[in-house]
């Protein structure tokens, strides 16, 4: 006897064509699942934005470029001012780099934003990161 275990998909597919040989009860959870979770909200968002700007990506790729460019250099020289800490440096040249080659060898839209946005929120993260516990001095944080 064959015990069929039923699990909430990973990812999200196209189920037009996966499901021709499912049963309707998988179908239906699959579904519940998608509309009950909030998770995909700003996902969905991003994706709805990147579909309607698309006649502008040439222009918005020049501004992910020079902004992505400055933000990692921010975050490259707190890295390396005083004692030099190797994983945001790291990380500021590796995202940054592989956004911009992203944006110039003009792979598709969708890429070229997601790249951007990972390599911006990570760069922020750090700098706020390298602000607040490498500089404090520079801050003026006292903590009694």
């Known amino acids: 006897m064959i015990k ?3 699990t909430k ?3 999200l597919l196209n189920l037009t064509q996966t499901t021709h040989n499912m049963t309707s009860t998988t179908i239906d959870n699959s579904d ?3 509309k009950s979770s909030s998770d995909f909200i700003l996902i969905s968002k991003v994706n709805n934005w990147i ?3 698309q006649n ?6 020049l501004i992910f470029i020079i902004v992505g460019s400055m933000v990692a250099s921010i975050s490259a020289a707190l890295a390396i001012h005083g004692e030099i800490s190797y994983l945001p440096l790291i990380y500021a ?4 780099m592989g956004t911009n080659v992203i944006a110039i060898s003009q792979r598709p839209f969708k890429a070229r934003v997601w790249a951007f946005l990972i390599s911006i ?6 700098i706020i990161y390298l602000l ?3 500089y404090m001095d520079l801050i003026q944080l006292k903590l009694y």
């Open 132 to 134: 607040l516990f490498h």
């Open 9 to 11: 998909p990973l990812l």
């Open 32 to 34: 519940n699942f998608l």
């Open 51 to 53: 579909t309607a700007e």
């Open 56 to 61: 502008n990506q040439m222009g918005i790729s």
């Open 4 to 6: 069929v275990i039923k």
């Open 93 to 96: 040249c590796i995202s940054t």
């Open 121 to 126: 929120l990570g760069n922020i993260l750090f």
